[in-house]
């Protein structure tokens, strides 16, 4: 039942944040700040990137880096930018069903060994009838 739930939940969760992500590529066309922003992290980016492969490569101080044009760069950190948040749903969703499971499991550990205390409690009582 639960693997279900999990699975609509999922489900759902990707429905409501395509059209967030999707919003967040178009402000970052269009919103002036937003697009310093996805223009800063698009760079980043992409010399992490090259300096790794050149790094791979062992030529990790021989070749400068070009930048990107401005509207690669936008397109690539807006990119980025609705993954992460993505990303950050998915974690965050699959963050609270292991709390919430593990709260569960937590409150049925407590219900056993109350259950335990009592049927010892019980088992006392009735020897010390038995013993009269």
């Known amino acids: 039942m639960s693997t ?5 939940s999922s489900l759902l969760v990707r429905t409501l944040a ?20 996805c223009i800063a992290v698009a ?21 400068k880096v070009r930048p990107l044009n401005d509207a690669k760069a936008i397109d690539m950190g807006a990119n980025f930018l609705s993954e992460s948040f ?5 974690a965050g969703a699959i963050i609270f ?4 499971s ?8 407590v219900s056993v060994e109350d259950n335990i205390a009592q049927l010892q409690a ?3 009582e009735l020897k010390a009838v ?3």
């Open 102 to 109: 593990s709260r569960k499991s937590s409150a049925r550990q």
């Open 18 to 37: 395509k059209p967030i992500a999707s919003s967040i590529k178009a402000r970052a066309k269009h919103h002036g700040p937003f697009r310093r922003v």
């Open 4 to 8: 279900i739930a999990l699975k609509i």
């Open 43 to 63: 760079q980043t980016l992409h010399s992490t990137d090259v300096r790794l492969r050149l790094g791979l490569l062992g030529d990790a101080g021989k070749a």
């Open 86 to 90: 993505l990303f950050a749903i998915a």
């Open 122 to 124: 019980e088992v006392v």
């Open 97 to 100: 069903e292991s709390v919430r």
């Open 130 to 132: 038995i013993a009269k």
